[in-house]
């Protein structure tokens, strides 16, 4: 099964953009990337998803790499709500479409 | 506004004991699951459903059974409680898509299972 890797913690400064890294090299044509976080004490909410492109909401910008081995999750002005573990998943094709499947993710310190 | 609830929140039993945590989603979702967390980890698929009378077992399913009877609930039964499966239970649920892996998962709350 394709997998992810993402370093076990970060740590930023309030209002400073962050970027948070994740390797996937085994993804499948079909494979979607998404992005789940954790804050604490409560249930994960999704963030973003793509496939190829790069992709905005209102939380965060995803950008994929060309060969699509790895992908960015980006914060642009980070706040202390925004301390979480952020989970890079991958969907669909190989890992089976409807099944999340976590891994340890990255722990985000913010500092005020 | 739809949400998914769980109750209950916080729950202590013994061991032995068949222990019965509800998920209830009001989006008409399809897709649900049931995951567990326990300290310093991810969470991992105890069970899932793509819909009604449909069942399917996850990475981590002894000792746990669901059944689902109507398209709002999944109930998670834990047949004979042991102290292993003190843990964190989140619920979640999903709509159906074309199965491409595009669908988002909305996550309840949470329920803290602790068998003495």
């Known amino acids: 099964d394709a997998k992810t890797t993402q370093p076990n913690s970060m740590e930023s400064n309030e209002e400073e953009p962050v970027h948070l890294p994740c390797n996937h090299s085994t993804i499948s044509g079909t494979d979607y990337i998404h992005w789940y976080r954790q804050l604490p004490s409560q249930g994960p909410e999704y963030v973003i998803h793509?496939?190829?492109s790069n992709v905005n909401n209102r939380m965060a910008s995803l950008a994929i790499a060309e060969d699509r081995k790895s992908s960015t999750l980006i914060l642009h002005r980070a706040t202390l709500r925004d301390a979480a573990v952020y989970y890079c998943?991958?969907?669909?094709?190989?890992?089976?479409?409807?099944?999340?499947?976590f891994g340890q993710g990255t722990r985000l310190t913010i500092n005020p | 506004d739809a949400e998914i609830t769980q109750s209950p929140r916080h729950k202590i039993t013994e061991t032995g004991r068949q222990v019965t945590l509800a998920c209830h989603q009001t989006?008409?979702?399809?897709?649900m699951f049931w995951y567990r967390q326990d300290l310093g980890h991810g969470l991992r698929l105890i069970h899932y459903s793509y819909g009604v009378q449909d069942t399917n077992k996850g990475e981590v399913s002894d000792g746990y059974s669901v059944s689902r009877s109507n398209t709002e609930d999944l109930p998670l039964t834990l047949e004979s409680a042991a102290s292993s499966q003190t843990s964190v239970y989140f619920c979640?649920?999903?709509?159906?898509?074309?199965?491409?892996?595009?669908?988002?998962?909305?996550f309840g709350p949470g329920t803290r299972l602790t068998v003495l």
């Open positions: 979640a649920s999903s709509e159906s898509t074309s199965g491409r892996g595009a669908d988002t998962q909305y």
């Open positions: 989006w008409n979702h399809n897709n």
């Open positions: 793509g496939l190829t």
């Open positions: 998943i991958l969907r669909g094709g190989s890992q089976g479409a409807q099944k999340l499947v």
